[in-house]
């Protein structure tokens, strides 16, 4: 007989991506925007550090999007590994910051540390056991 069991285990997530859909066009990010890739806005954050992977040097901004539930976010290990994903859903903002599972609001500095990091949990991204 097969059967589906939850474990529980110790995980390190060390980065997370975000991949969200630009809603409203430069209302939403200017098209020069570092993350801004045509139509999609994506980017790997490190977790402790609360910095963008490769953003580039000198360059501040913010991202402050309504995402509703069309984000995709994938938590990796140190090795970047996947250890969970969450598709087409309500931001996690447990760990990005922002508002109500609709909104990211990340405030980026110059070397590409998001300032209102604040990472609060991973629930969003594993399911309890029913």
Known sequence: MKATVMIKTDIDAKFVSVEMAVRYDEEDIPNDFPLRDGDMCRGLINIDEGRIVDWPHGKEGRLQMKVCDQGSYELFDKDRNSLARI????????????EYGDYVDMKIDTEGKITNWNPRGLDNFFEEAA
């Open 87 to 98: 598709d087409n859903d309500y931001v996690p903002n447990d760990l990005i910051p922002g």
